[in-house]
């Protein structure tokens, strides 16, 4: 890739992930019926101070560093996740123009990527994940099956949606019938119900077994660092979109790949 073409795509990447941002803080108060605010309105604001946020003070990351993380009228802190997100979503945009090349192909999964980012972040600080977010991304992924961008027929799509719902809830049905508590909610299943539209089924064992093994990883860590909360379970929609994300780069990788890397 070219340095114009780099910054371009950091750009972009940036300017989404400024948007995310606000589907991340908002969409949740919305669902709650929390709050009157859409999308869209009204304009960004401080949280604390609730002064509008001016333009050229609202330019991804670059403002928080020339700010100094500091809102420019009650210099409340502004919170770290914003930047990490702006960052973090440029960061998976490049690597999706790097992996795919300037081409749709890597625009469709870089939608993908965004939305699994904004569902990880929700699913962490609220344990659910939206319909309004895993429905556009078993949809979005269908289309792109069917206008080629990415390497599913939709044949193979069809069947990776139903496989990933019906799978999960198998196992969650089970799960709750042998112990009496709840271990996945149903948002859990439509995500990956998504995911096995974007990658197809024979991609759902792996990832499972990926997410299933880094979020026990996790979750044991927590809890033996005392940093569990919220009745002491980890979500886990970030593991499975996580586990998507690398199945994608690594599409056409076999099972052996994951079992290399369990080991
Ligand atoms: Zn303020």
Known sequence: MSTPEILLVLALGLVVGSFLNVVVYRL???????????????????????TPIKVWHNIPLLSYVLLKGRCSSCQAPIHWQYPAVELTNACLWLLCAWHWGMHPNAFAWAVCISLLLALSVIDWQTTYLPDALTQPLLWIGLLASSLNLIDVSVQHAVWGAVAGYASLWLVATVFERLTGKEGMGAGDFKLLASLGAWLGPFALIPLVLMASVSGAMVGFWMQSTNRLERGGYVPFGPFLAAAGAVQAFYGGADVFFYINWLL
Request: aromatic letters at 0%; glycine letters at 4%.
């Open 28 to 50: 949740p108060r919305m669902l709650e019926g929390e709050s009157n605010e859409t999308l869209s309105l009204p304009s960004s604001h401080c949280p604390t101070c609730k």
